[in-house]
């Protein structure tokens, strides 16, 4: 097992998942920023460990693995938590889809690694755009606050989370149109 700063960030990433529901379901006026504050930092680390990686020459196959599982623990969790929360049709849709897609692309990188054709899978630019999408989404609507009296947050999140979940289902039918090119 690789241990580096890279890999570090990413174990974070874990690690904050049972911070980032406890700070959910605490009573506090202070603990939705606190969340959404968390989840933000996820975020932030989700880029930085690649990039720290790259830059670093520290790439390594142990972190290829754990970052996208990192990655999809914690946008679930969140996911979840939010479902439980608002118990609306919209959010639940987006939550079904967004996980369901994680788990056939999953499946799908492990179908074509093991034909020999992985590269084919490989993440694409339209999947760091539904992450960003999905990260300022989760943030939002973890606040759920209107920010300074003036800004919507929730609204935005819903409207984030909109977008993220075209960009899932776009990047679903991209990745599978590469798997099964002719």
């Known amino acids: ?15 904050f998942i049972p911070l980032l529901v406890f700070l959910f379901y605490l009573d506090r006026p202070w603990a939705p920023l606190a969340a959404a504050t968390l989840f933000g930092i996820a975020g932030i680390t989700d880029w930085a460990d690649g990039y720290l990686a790259r830059l670093w020459q520290q790439e390594s196959r142990f972190g290829a693995f754990l ?3 990192a990655d999809k623990l914690i946008v679930a969790v969140a996911l979840i938590l939010l479902v439980e929360r608002e118990a609306n049709i919209w959010i639940t849709s987006a ?7 994680e788990i ?4 799908l990188r492990e179908w074509m690694a093991e034909s020999g054709s992985r590269s084919k899978v490989a993440v694409a630019f339209i999947g760091k755009l539904k ?3 999905q990260i300022i989404a989760l943030i939002f609507l973890l606040y759920n606050q209107t920010l300074l009296g003036m800004f919507p947050l929730r609204e935005w999140g ?10 899932t289902l776009w990047s679903m039918v ?4 590469s798997a ?3």
């Open 180 to 182: 099964f090119k002719a």
């Open 104 to 107: 056939v692309i999953s499946a």
């Open 174 to 177: 991209q990745y599978l149109r």
């Open 1 to 15: 097992m690789v241990f580096n700063l890279p890999v570090l960030l990413t174990w974070l990433r874990i690690a």
């Open 131 to 133: 992450t960003t999408a």
């Open 158 to 167: 819903m409207v984030a989370l909109a977008i993220a979940t075209v960009l």
């Open 67 to 69: 970052d996208p599982v």
């Open 95 to 101: 939550t079904i889809i967004i996980i369901g897609r």
